[in-house]
């Protein structure tokens, strides 16, 4: 059971790195829209699906604010605010090799860590900055770009403890709640509104559908079942996928370089993957009789969708 539940956690928190990585054309088809309010809208549909698949959810209690908002600020808003400003001073490349270093981070942070999740991440990292190619920065870019890994970060951590309490689907759904009413507070003084067009419009309903709602959904199930320490490998993939992407858009080369950064990225993540000596990680396992499809893992008082 325990094996099964490995695997099942694995399988989700690859397919929603894959699914991250593989999103960064459609991102940029973003392009000069306002950020916050493009963010708020992407959030909206998100939820909206979220509620559809969860149909009750979970009220959080006052001690879940802060870390919900804390998802919403430095994972969500933030990382993406950041992403775009730390491009805007250093190459596509240092961003990704600097934000390589947010699975050793995770490992290091865990308070249960194991030797071989350190040690993936650490050959994750390395596999990273081969397949980014490293890059040059100036001014604020690698503060910017530090900021940037510590927002990904953040998305993981501080959801690591109400994951336990709200459910995966309770957490993705009040965070993306959240990010949709403050991104739009601000964005209406930062930014502005804009009707989207066409393509506009088709990127973010990508990106509330999938990105958004199954992605956050699968990540979350996958810190849930594996621990942050564990999880935390398998951001490398997005790299990987987003390199997959862009070979077969014909935007970009597969080069032997590519190719050993990939296979690094593979090592470290088997690697990291490893059952340890210990089972119980710091974002708890998923009970037997987990409701965790009804976006709760205990009995919690709901309200109607």
Known sequence: M????MKLGVAAGAT???IVGASVPITGMLDGYPVLTGQAMRYLLGAA???LVARRLPMPSWRDIPPLLGVVASGMLGFN???IAAQQYAEPGFVAAVMGGSPIAL???SRQRTT???VGAVVVAAGIVLLSGGGTWHGPGLVLALLTMVGEVCFTLFAVGVVKRLGVLG???WTCLLAAVIGAVLGTFVGGWQVPDARQSFALVLLALVVTALAFGLWYFAVN???SDRAGVLIGLMPVSGLVTSVLLGAQEFTLVSAAGAATVALGCAIGLRRGAHHTHDAGRVPPKSTIASGSDSAPEVVAS
């Open 49 to 51: 699906v979220l509620l």
């Open 116 to 118: 071989s999740a350190v």
């Open 225 to 227: 079942r594996l621990g």
């Open 2 to 5: 325990k094996l099964n539940g």
């Open 81 to 83: 605010a950041l992403l």
């Open 16 to 18: 929603a790195a894959s």
């Open 171 to 173: 957490v993705a759904t």
């Open 107 to 109: 490992a290091l942070l």
